[in-house]
Nanobody, 120 residues
Framework: VQLQASGGGSVQAGGSLRLSCEAS????????VGWFRQAPGKEREFVAT????????LYSGSAQDRFTTFRDNGQNTAYLQMSSLKPEDTAVYYC??????????????WGQGTQVTVSS
């Protein structure tokens, strides 16, 4: 499975961005998709995950109520809609996927990351 994350960029605090994660090489509709981020000097952290059919989602405390993940299996793409962005959201964001259809403990496939920079 190949994952291509895109949609990052620079935005002012309070703004919004939508990240995309396009998959190829596997039946996307059977994969759970997770979103992670890594800020400079920090460990990678979980942001959100969505089940294979989009019926279940889970968010970190910092993402809850500001971020929404959803997917379009017909387009082999998952999305992370980020709103009310804060400077502390600045990080490289990664999407990941796994053949376990929901909330895997580890993700088998990883994309290359997309930079999100939020200025105050």
């Amino acid at each position: 499975v190949q994952l291509q994350a895109s949609g990052g960029g620079s935005v002012q605090a309070g703004g919004s961005l939508r990240l995309s994660c396009e998959a190829s090489g596997h039946t996307f509709s059977s994969l759970a998709v997770g979103w992670f981020r890594q800020a400079p000097g920090k460990e990678r952290e979980f942001v959100a995950t969505i089940s294979w059919n989009g019926g279940n989602t889970l968010y970190s405390g910092s993402a809850q109520d500001r971020f929404t993940t959803f997917r379009d299996n017909g387009q082999n793409t998952a999305y992370l809609q980020m709103s009310s962005l804060k400077p502390e959201d600045t990080a490289v964001y990664y999407c990941a996927a796994d053949r376990a259809g929901w909330a895997p403990s580890k993700y088998e496939y990883w994309g290359q990351g997309t930079q999100v920079t939020v200025s105050s």
